[in-house]
T-cell receptor
Framework: GNSVTQMEGPVTLSEEAFLTINCTYT??????LFWYVQYPGEGLQLLLK?????DKGSNKGFEATYRKETTSFHLEKGSVQVSDSAVYFC????????????FGQGTRLTINP | GAGVSQTPSNKVTEKGKYVELRCDPI?????LYWYRQSLGQGPEFLIY????????DSGLPNDRFFAVRPEGSVSTLKIQRTERGDSAVYLC?????????????FGPGTRLTVT
């Protein structure tokens, strides 16, 4: 079946550090890939997405590239801020059939000033 | 505009009781989803509605769980004979369409605690 595996957390970085959160997936066909973010006390929000191989999703300084050859969608940011502290979820959705999102387990990120 | 709302925000109930969780989707969104998020885990799919009908209920864990959306807008997730293992945050999401590219907008969730 479809599944998403994320880098285990928690991750703690200093402000302005470089961030990578790894995400790999298993799916039949070519799913769409997503990163969602959950800020403290708030609901899940879509951060970025990519719908086909080699697409790069970007938003708020975050980027992720859909790599079919390595079945990965790693999240990166060049210089993190304290306000980026949140839980990040990688997810996929199949092109055919069910419209459900399949999520990874989440990675808690804490940025210290 | 208003986002997805869920009520109650917190629900504490005793084992064996019946609970109802409500979701108000974004106006005009035809697709509605329920997910369950256990502590330290990502959300897991429960059920998907397209309009009034359940298009996919493959994620419902057993027959104690049931959901309705009678008028194609508000949805209610119903859990009978609750068990301690049902304790989780129940998330609702809606999207304009149920297509691949329809972004899902999530509500704040209902935290259910079964004692």
């Amino acid at each position: 079946g479809n599944s998403v595996t994320q880098m285990e957390g928690p991750v703690t970085l200093s402000e302005e550090a470089f961030l990578t959160i790894n995400c790999t997936y298993t799916a039949t066909g070519y799913p769409s890939l997503f990163w969602y973010v959950q800020y403290p006390g708030e609901g899940l929000q879509l951060l970025l997405k990519a719908t086909k191989a080699d697409d790069k999703g970007s938003n708020k300084g975050f980027e992720a590239t859909y790599r079919k050859e390595t079945t990965s969608f790693h999240l990166e940011k060049g210089s993190v801020q304290v306000s980026d502290s949140a839980v990040y979820f990688c997810a996929l959705k199949q092109l055919q059939g069910a419209q459900k999102l399949v999520f990874g387990q989440g990675t808690r990120l804490t940025i210290n000033p | 505009g208003a986002g997805v709302s869920q009520t109650p925000s917190n629900k504490v109930t005793e084992k064996g009781k019946y609970v109802e969780l409500r979701c108000d989707p974004i106006s005009g969104h035809t697709a509605l989803y329920w997910y369950r998020q256990s502590l330290g885990q990502g959300p897991e799919f429960l059920i998907y509605f397209q309009g009034t009908g359940a298009a996919d209920d493959s994620g419902l864990p057993n027959d104690r769980f049931f959901a309705v959306r009678p008028e194609g807008s508000v949805s209610t997730l119903k859990i009978q004979r609750t068990e301690r293992g049902d304790s989780a945050v129940y998330l609702c999401a809606s999207s304009l369409t149920g297509t691949l590219y329809g972004e899902q907008y999530f509500g704040p969730g209902t935290r259910l605690t079964v004692t």
